[in-house]
Nanobody, 125 residues
Framework: QVQLVESGGGLVQAGGSLRLSCVVSRRTSSTYTMGWFRQAPGKEREFVAAVSWSGGSTWYTDSVKGRFTISRDNAKTTVALQMNSLKPEDTAVYYC??????????????????WGQGTQVTVSS
């Protein structure tokens, strides 16, 4: 069983930065794409960003392009989400996930095998 453990959430003022990390408890034979999703109160969970197994491909939802950067280390044990120029509308619980990207719109995972427990990000105005 693979566990995903997020950290790095917190409270920040608008315009500030946070860095989220997701540690993968153990490697598997599956070449997962790793992603970040978020869920704001009263809203559905939405895709934020993803990075391929090799790290050579990344995907971002339009609202975070140019502000967020996703990366993974060579050992494939940690995935990070650097969030800059944060806005109050970025406030949500952020979840790390391991899965497989859809080949067509809407951008996101067609299958998710593992979820983390979530970390709260709050951006004050």
């Amino acid at each position: 069983q693979v566990q995903l453990v997020e950290s790095g959430g917190g409270l920040v003022q608008a315009g500030g930065s946070l860095r989220l990390s997701c540690v993968v408890s153990r490697r598997t034979s599956s070449t997962y794409t790793m992603g970040w999703f978020r869920q704001a109160p009263g809203k559905e969970r939405e895709f934020v960003a993803a990075v391929s197994w090799s790290g050579g491909s990344t995907w971002y939802t339009d609202s975070v392009k140019g502000r967020f950067t996703i990366s993974r280390d060579n050992a494939k044990t940690t995935v990070a989400l650097q969030m800059n120029s944060l806005k109050p509308e970025d406030t949500a619980v952020y979840y790390c996930a391991a899965g497989w990207m859809r080949s067509a719109q809407p951008m996101g995972f067609r299958r998710t095998d593992y979820w983390g427990q979530g970390t709260q990000v709050t951006v004050s105005s």
